[in-house]
């Protein structure tokens, strides 16, 4: 009892250090995926050139390599035009760094 | 006009892709606004454009996870994250939706799996609905007293405290949550977002629409804190499904990347318009948005009891919803814009402070 209350309050301290304990639960979801009919898609590559061409290759021969160059581009790209818009809201004049506190 | 139409080279469908960038655009600035992925909202949007149902689903969670994660860098620097809450409920979140997923699989082998999730959700919504709507009335009601009797309403009172009788549970370890200003024990917010991420997982839904209402009325957050830190949790549940729906090859990343666009300036609108709106505004209009949502299912519920007038009733469905996003989208954008005029009119005629540069 004494371990987990210690291992707990770790835990609250650096809530951070147990986002990966998560990642044991990805086994689960690939369980729950099982059953049913697997449909298997494939991307028609020939009808594309240039990056489109790559990128239809790359879903068809590596579906862990388009899932890891999915969640790389969505975060970076989220966070290149949450700057840029945040840029232009900056330009308006408002005060964008803190607000009136108040339910109703 | 073959120009207002892109192809997507992993589903294969051609789509009209300013539709996208306005699909991008009226979710961002509800997300942003109500703190909430909108997966309601898009997934029957994307598939209305012409994609595959299963495209639509991966899509829009890639998509939700970038566009949180911009709302998130915002409502960070007006102070309504609350890191340590949301990074204990992701937790709770993640385990509740592995076994409403393992709870679906197994309504799914009875066969029973269609009429429990519509039921459910319906009933799930109309009850959020009712609790949302009866605690603005009865602040309502307790603001005019107050004003009746010569007294100031307070500002921070709450129309429903469940709240308060779940923080006197205090099981080991109390911590403090000094964003949302509340201190409890740490097993509440585990619980209570084990409990919405395994209504989520059966419901095949987010979660946004739950967790939200469950951090005010549950946890006892202030309503801009947790809209704040479910947008948190939205972001770093929405990577997890986007891995997975990916890992699935179910997920068109140039669409996502289109409406990601759009969504990075809504996004900004409708997080900085909750600046200009009090707590109880943002929960009378989610309550709009989740009876709105709960009417639909009603709709498609009808529609599957009686196959003769199914085309009306889904219809009717998918109008509702549009209806709904586009509405409070502009709602929202006119609250915006109006106190962005309002501020900067006050700081026209505010003197300048001692010492500043005239």
């Given amino acids: 009892m004494a371990r987990f209350t210690v291992l707990a309050r770790g835990v609250v301290r650096r809530p951070w250090a147990a986002l990966p304990f998560a990642a044991l639960l990805l086994p689960s979801a690939a369980l729950a995926a099982r059953g049913g009919a697997v449909m298997v898609w494939v991307a028609d590559s020939r009808r594309y050139s240039g990056w489109k ?52 | 006009m073959s120009w207002l139409y892109a192809t997507m080279p992993i589903a294969g469908v051609e789509v009209f892709w300013p539709g996208l960038l306005i699909l991008g655009f009226g979710v961002g600035i509800i997300g942003g606004f109500f703190g909430m992925g909108g997966g309601w909202m898009v997934t029957p949007g994307l598939n209305i454009l012409g994609f595959p149902m299963a495209f639509a689903i991966g899509t829009d969670i890639a998509h939700m996870a970038g566009k949180s994660l911009i709302s998130t860098v915002r409502h960070a620097r007006f102070g309504n994250v609350d890191y340590r809450l949301g990074s204990i409920m992701m937790g709770g979140t993640v385990a509740g939706f592995e076994a409403g997923a393992q709870i679906v699989m197994w309504l799914e082998r009875i066969g029973r799996v269609e009429p429990f999730m519509r039921g459910g959700y319906f009933a799930l919504l109309s009850a959020i609905a009712c609790v949302i709507f009866t605690d603005v009335a009865r602040t309502r009601r307790r603001d005019r007293e107050a004003l009746s009797s010569g007294r100031p309403p307070d500002a921070l009172s709450r129309g429903i405290e469940w709240h308060k009788r779940l923080h006197r549970i205090r099981i080991p370890p109390v911590v403090e949550f000094k964003t949302a200003g509340i201190r409890c024990s740490v097993w509440l917010p585990v619980a209570v977002s084990f409990v919405t991420g395994l209504l989520a997982g059966i419901l095949g839904i987010g979660g946004g ?105 889904d219809t009717a469905a998918t109008v509702l919803i549009l209806a709904l996003v586009s509405g409070l989208a502009l709602y929202i954008v006119g609250r915006f814009l109006r106190g962005v005029r309002e501020e900067l009119a006050a700081a026209r005629v505010r003197p300048p402070a001692q010492g500043a540069p005239r």
């Avoid at chain 1, 239809?56 to 160059?69: K, Q």
């Avoid at chain 2, 699935?248 to 709106?277: F, S």
């Fill in chain 2, 209 to 313: 629409l739950i967790r939200m209402p469950s951090l005010i009325y549950l946890v006892g957050c202030p309503t801009h804190v947790a809209v704040g830190t479910d947008l948190f949790e939205v972001a770093v549940s929405g990577l997890y499904g986007a891995a997975s729906y990916s890992y699935k090859g179910r997920t068109e990343l140039l669409a996502a990347v289109i409406m990601l666009v759009g969504a990075a300036v809504g996004a900004q609108i409708g997080t900085v318009a909750t600046k200009y709106v009090q707590g109880y505004g943002i929960r009378l209009f989610f309550g709009f948005a989740v009876l709105g949502c709960a009417v639909s299912m009603a709709f498609k519920m009808i529609g599957a009891a009686w196959p003769a007038a199914a085309w009306f009733f």
């Fill in chain 1, 53 to 104: 061409a790559w990128w239809t290759n790359l879903y068809n021969e590596s579906h862990l390599l388009f899932a890891l160059v999915t969640i790389v581009v969505i975060p970076l790209l989220g966070l290149l035009l949450g700057a840029l818009a945040d840029f232009a809201m900056a330009r308006i004049g408002i005060n964008l760094k803190s607000r009136a506190q108040g339910e109703h």
